[in-house]
């Protein structure tokens, strides 16, 4: 049974920094390409961060690139969003998801989600 664990989110203000941490158990994890996406109220889901299965390779969303880094230990079984410069847009629920291998940026490509972490930025 694959777990995909997000923690790390809560209240930060606006220049601020978090750092968000997603563990997953039950999947070859060094073998899974990992991304982030994040929902607010009655909006889409959006792509924010994904990096592949080595760690060799990043792609962000426009709107967060230059701000937040994701990065990944294969040791741990753990990627890692770290955000800097929130702005009160960044507020949203985060998730992280996996998939085998190849990395993608759409969510109907991701058949393992965790159960979200809540990120609001305040001013």
């Known amino acids: 049974q694959v777990q995909l664990v997000e923690s790390g989110g809560g209240l930060v203000t606006t220049g601020g920094s978090l750092r968000l941490s997603c563990t997953a158990s039950?999947?070859?994890?060094?073998?899974?390409?990992m991304c982030w996406f994040r929902q607010t109220p009655g909006k889409e889901r959006e792509f924010v961060a994904a990096?592949?299965?080595?760690?060799?390779?990043?792609n962000y969303a426009n709107s967060v690139k230059g701000r937040f880094t994701i990065t990944r230990d294969n040791t741990k079984n753990t990627v890692y969003l770290q955000m800097s410069a929130v702005k009160s847009e960044d507020t949203a629920v985060y998730y992280c998801?996996?998939?085998?291998?190849?990395?993608?940026?759409?969510?109907?490509?991701?058949?393992?989600w965790g159960q979200g972490t809540q990120v609001t930025v305040s001013s």
């Open positions: 990096i592949s299965w080595r760690g060799t390779y990043t």
């Open positions: 039950g999947l070859t994890f060094s073998t899974s390409a």
């Open positions: 998801a996996a998939r085998h291998l190849t990395v993608a940026t759409t969510d109907d490509q991701f058949p393992y």
